[in-house]
């Protein structure tokens, strides 16, 4: 379960703002605290910028878990996985929202606004917010991803 004493960061570019905003809204009523790392319109961004942003602050231990939205969560999560430290993983399913902290521990999960609606997507962030590492065979590979973050 998510620590609800760290805040979780969202962001988003152009194409993803207002489902970033949904499901900001979604998070504070349900008690989280939250950092909206942006945008705000309809204005066009570049959205390696944001997920940097984002991306950094997890890596730096702001937060423990942060939300990326643009318009099929692709682009957000290979750049979101530039980052050492950072692992992120496009969810567009239950059971991958799952599966991306129980296997993965990834700590940042992208979502595409153009392929899920809002209902769809506070379903899953429910599930990813539950589910944690659970080590087991998956530990070795997660502690390899790791090294190969510590090698950059």
């Not at 905003?21 to 309809?42: A, E, F, H, P």
């Not at 993983?89 to 599966?99: L, P, Q, W």
Request: charged share 25%; aromatic share 4%.
């Amino acid at each position: 379960m998510a620590d609800k004493s760290k805040p979780i960061i969202v962001g988003a570019d152009q194409n993803g703002w207002k489902l970033k905003d949904t499901l900001r809204d979604y998070l504070i009523s349900k008690g989280y605290s939250v950092i909206d790392m942006g945008v705000n319109s309809d204005e066009p961004v570049l959205y390696p910028e944001v997920a940097v942003k984002l991306s950094e602050k997890i890596r730096d231990g702001v937060s423990d878990r942060g939300i990326l939205v643009c318009g099929t969560g692709a682009g957000m999560a290979i750049v979101a996985n530039k980052v050492p430290g950072v692992r992120a993983v496009c969810i567009h399913d239950g059971y991958t929202a799952e599966r991306a902290r129980a296997s993965n521990d990834a700590q940042v999960v992208t979502l595409g606004s153009q392929v899920i609606g809002p209902s769809t997507a506070k379903k899953m962030i429910d599930i990813w917010l539950e589910s944690e590492f659970e080590g087991g065979r998956s530990l070795p590979k997660v502690n390899m991803i790791k090294e190969m973050d510590n090698k950059r």
